[in-house]
């Protein structure tokens, strides 16, 4: 196999941003090297002052395939991913028909998968009221772990869980040693708010905000947080929008409890105040809230309470959003987000004076480590994939159409001027990506766990 060398002047490693040759031998990376020890038989390419990152990995993507193929599906998320600098993706269990919550779905998620992918891909399985002699087959089946709602999910097909339904399943889940991710919201308070803005004007946000207190998180994660100490699962709050909530995650975490959570770039970039009447673009559970919780969340991504940004890429047929309506009670509610989602965090990281290592750990590292693939992939390290992404953090675009990739040229952040442009991106030493083109045939595969 040839030795190949890819050079920058900011190669991204977990030992902080250098002046590297990142040797790359079929599909590994077989060393990181001081760019003036690149041995001689290798094919260097020298990408200057373009950044190096480990190809990132979105632990939190709803593909809709097979069966809702129409709303996204495998070629089209994975394609968007590459282009977003993503080298991996994890699949949540629902929107998907049937949802992943038996064997059998699983097998038909592979069979939709194959030969589509242009980057890796891997599965989370769902935990709903009656599945709970699915998780063991469905962990030894190689799922990187299981997702549930403790709140209606909005679709059809998959069940939300009761704490009492939650209570059959955790110890089946604490077995398998995989974590548990929690769409972290109780229906109590929503009904309560809801049933008072009956009357309300829905096409107005702060109606739809108000609908879903931070209440709702707080309580959900309170009894997360009890439930983990005493079944002692691996505990992941996916999407925390509340950061209300972060001292109470924070104490959990010197207590030794195994919680691990995630936010998303919209929450860490859109504000409340300025999401325009009739604007269901913005619709997301939990909801986007106000400029000061979205800075408090900033803070708990720089204390790491916060662990990772996932974009929770939830696409929908446009008409689905109801644009005409602009009705915030019956839109549906989800963001994509997998092609802006590193220059919407490389934005916001620049104001406030992170550094790409940062970005590094946030998008891929922790992810990879969630996920259970932290030995080959998100990180740039010997015997690592070779997944890699070339990547200008300083330069700016505006948002267009043709930029996004998914099956909906739909986003909030379109006509937006984001900074940091994905140049390539690199699957196990292949480019998958290139300046808006998508060289090769689709070559990304299942990772199991
Ligand atoms: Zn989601």
Known sequence: M?????????????????PAAVLVEGEQIRGVVAPNRVPAQAEARDFGDAAILPGLVDSHVHINDPGRADWEGFETATRSGAAGGYTALVDMPLNCLPPTINLAALEAKREAARSRCRIDWMAWGGVVADNQSDIEPLAAAGV?????FLVHPGIAGFTMVTEEELRRALPHIARTGLPLLVHAELPAPIELAT??????DW??????????PEEAELSAIRMLLSLCREYKFRLHIVHLSASDALPELRAARSEGLAVTVET??????????????????FKCAPPIRSMENCERLWEGLREGTIDLVATDHSPCPPEMKRFAEGDFRSAWGGIAGLSM??????TEAGKRQFALAYIARWMAEAPAKLAGCEKRK???????????????PESEFVVSADRLHYRHAVSPYLGEKLRGIVKSTYLRGRLVFQEGEFPGEPLGREYRR
């Not at 096409?203 to 879903?212: E, H």
């Not at 390290?381 to 070339?390: E, K, P």
């Open 341 to 346: 989602a590193l220059p919407v965090i490389n």
């Open 144 to 148: 990187s772990g299981f997702k549930c």
């Open 378 to 392: 998100g990180r740039i390290a010997t015997g690592y994939d070779a997944d890699l992404v070339v990547f200008d």
């Open 203 to 212: 096409s107005v946000y702060q109606t739809y905000l108000q609908s879903r």
């Open 195 to 200: 049933e008072r803005l009956a009357l309300a």
């Open 2 to 18: 040839s030795l190949r060398a890819f050079l920058s002047s900011r190669v991204v490693t977990p030992e902080g941003v250098r």
């Open 264 to 281: 998303c770039p919209h929450y860490l970039h859109l504000t409340a105040e300025t999401i325009a009447k009739g604007a269901t673009l």
